[in-house]
């Protein structure tokens, strides 16, 4: 026979390099267990691109904004049944662990944190720290996503839960990992220049805020006679003098006072700085006005019709990530999952007024009410 026609044994047929080194890196880590390393808090980081992003007031704005809607919201539990003519939604006792996720920490914060990497990494992680005697999940603990490697998924877009999951070094059983796959892509990976822009821009702000520009000049007027530099030094100091406590000030025929033309807007790059500010609030996905960024004309706005927007805008996607999640059927009983509270939250109403503290919505936004 030809060696053209030889059929290698699947033994002999290799792995491309990679993949093949990932794979073997993944399982000589499994007896090292990354399980160990859940739980060293001191060692958690949430990632430098993170928080670089964070530095920017309109991002901080956004996160803080749909983390806590999202996080001070209950999650109930539901059932099914066909009534006769169609499917009914049934509120059923809640398993323990959705009154208390983690032991350590309130729902608040777990919940708060699993957003905050959602929207900067665009997936979260739970690991499974108890079980129930079904063996389905009892207590959970949330694992940064900016510390998980996946050997099989290099991102930054996911398209399925990992196999092969690496924490701090170790290796972690999939079927001890809760995976949320956003929907939408981390806002980290999305726009890296809009951010990098920002952050240049509010460099150039802080430089020119700290810039000692003095408010105006004393020029000596051609063809007269010269002053020294102390009398023209003790003309400006008498001149100061003079304007900061309110008197009159007088100058020689040979001096003018100039004022410096530099305005704060441009020294600040007010405009520059609205229109990035704008930009990323198009990038987190929120109205601009709910970042406090004038766009336009202004119409009364209460606090449910802003709740509505932000919930429609830029707080459901991750919301839905989350339950769906906890509604499989490796977490959840068969036919139950669970949802947040979202209809006594947008139409509770707070005090002691309905009016938004700072800005208005806009007549150009459309409320999904």
């Not at 919201?73 to 066909?82: A, D, I, Q, S």
């Not at 694992?143 to 998924?153: F, G, I, S, Y």
């Not at 920002?198 to 006679?225: D, F, H, W």
Request: hydrophobic residues 40%.
């Amino acid at each position: 026979m030809s060696i053209f026609n030889r059929v290698a044994p699947k033994a002999m047929i290799s792995q491309p390099p990679r993949k093949a080194a990932a794979a073997g890196a993944y399982m000589q880590s499994q007896n090292n267990g990354g399980a160990n390393m859940v739980g060293v808090y001191y060692s958690y980081v949430d990632g430098v691109q993170r928080n670089t992003a964070m530095a920017q007031p309109t991002i901080s704005r956004a996160r803080d904004l749909i983390c806590s809607f999202i996080s001070c919201m209950n999650l109930k539990m539901y059932n099914e049944m066909w009534n006769g003519t169609e499917m009914e939604k049934i509120l059923i006792a809640p398993r323990a662990w959705l009154k208390k996720i983690d032991p350590a920490v309130s729902n608040q914060f777990i919940l708060s944190w699993t957003i905050d990497d959602l929207f900067f990494l665009g997936r979260a992680f739970w690991y499974i720290t108890s079980r129930d005697s079904t063996g389905r999940p009892a207590s959970f603990t949330r694992l940064p996503a900016a510390m998980v490697q996946t050997l099989d998924q290099a991102g930054p877009v996911w398209f399925a839960p990992s196999k092969q999951i690496m924490f701090q070094g170790g290796a972690l059983d999939p079927n001890d990992v809760v995976q949320f796959l956003s929907p939408i892509q981390g806002i980290i990976y999305m726009s890296e220049k809009a951010i990098a822009t920002a952050t240049k821009l509010e460099n150039a702000r802080y430089r020119n805020a700290s810039s000692a520009i003095p408010a105006g000049v004393l020029q000596v007027q051609p063809n007269s006679e010269s002053l020294s530099p102390q009398e023209l030094a003790d003309l400006a100091a008498a001149f100061n003098a003079a304007r900061a406590t309110n008197q009159t000030a007088a100058l020689s025929p040979e001096v003018h006072y100039i004022e410096t033309a530099t305005s704060p807007d441009k020294m600040l790059l007010i405009q520059a700085s609205e229109y990035q500010s704008a930009d990323l609030c198009r990038l987190c996905n929120i109205p601009p006005y709910l970042a406090g960024i004038s766009v336009g004309s202004y119409s009364y706005q209460n606090s449910k019709e802003s709740r509505a927007d932000l919930w429609t805008f830029g707080a459901r996607a991750y919301a839905d990530c989350i339950t769906a999640t906890l509604s499989q059927d490796n977490i959840l009983p068969i036919n139950s999952y669970v949802e947040f509270d979202i209809d006594e939250y947008l139409q509770s109403d707070y005090e002691p007024a309905n009016e938004m503290p700072a800005t208005q919505r806009p007549n150009d936004v459309a409320s999904p009410t």
